[in-house]
């Protein structure tokens, strides 16, 4: 039932005018869009003031932010490869100022990550995976599909209306365009997990980053997954075990002559230098990060460091202390 309603509600929006299907050159998908690209855009830009007063502003120092920047930027570089009008999108990286443990993508080319995970990471291999995840998310563009298919399924609704000799739901389109920033910060599913993982390590390799990064970021994650009940890169970046096993087959197919080849880097001097050894000494006693990483040294977490909430950190409450 679901997908006969999809599919008239795809019809109908098609009758509408409201888009067209085109194949992604980037996943070699066909696509449903429901936005433009120059919609994606408008939502990005708009977005992100709103996305860094949300947690809390950026870091202040201009070299760290920088760092992050050039990472994504060479990342960003590749993804011309599949389709060049990619590098014509406005991208933007932004390191938050934030215990929380996240990174998430606007469409359009904007990306977040916070400081509370970037403190979690030991080499620039790992930077570049959470980063070139989050890439694919706006390349692979998963919020126009997540946007068409809440299209599709209110229309459907409203078409089934009609079916049935009810009234459609006219309102329906207006109120779901103001829902669209929100789409975007909801748990992304399982396939496009995975495909935005695949896509990381795409562009990973193509820029030289050895591709196990990724898998050791995700394994970061799963530990904290473990300590925590929940967190905020757990709710929009479910499934960590079964992206592992993903990963770790890729590794030795797809990926299998990048390993143990000096061509593709871990960067880890690079990273603790440029990076983490500044961000440490500018953030000594930033909470979550830093009790997960030395839990041993630490004891449990006690203080209230940590912070959880839904996507957007709307009434955060703290695990420990309810606040
Ligand atoms: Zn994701």
Redesign the pocket.
Known sequence: MRMRIGVYAVALASLLGLGACTTNPTTGRSQFNALSVQEEVAIGTQGKPEMIREYGGEVARADLRQYVAEVGMRLVETTAADDPALLELPWEFTLLNSDVVNAFALPGGKVFMSRGLAQMMTNEAQLAGVLG??IG?VTARHVNDRYARQMGAQLGVGLLGVLLGGTAGGGDLANIAGNVAQISLVS?DRS??IE?DALGMRYMARAGYNPAGQKQVMQILAGLAKDQQRNDIMS??PHPEERIEVIERALQTEYASTQGNAEFILGEDRFRQRFLSKLTLAYPDAGASRLARSRDELGPIGACSFVYGHAIGYGCTCKTCGH
Do not use: D, F, I
């Open positions: 995840h989050e998310h992304y496009q997990e935005s929009t970046h």
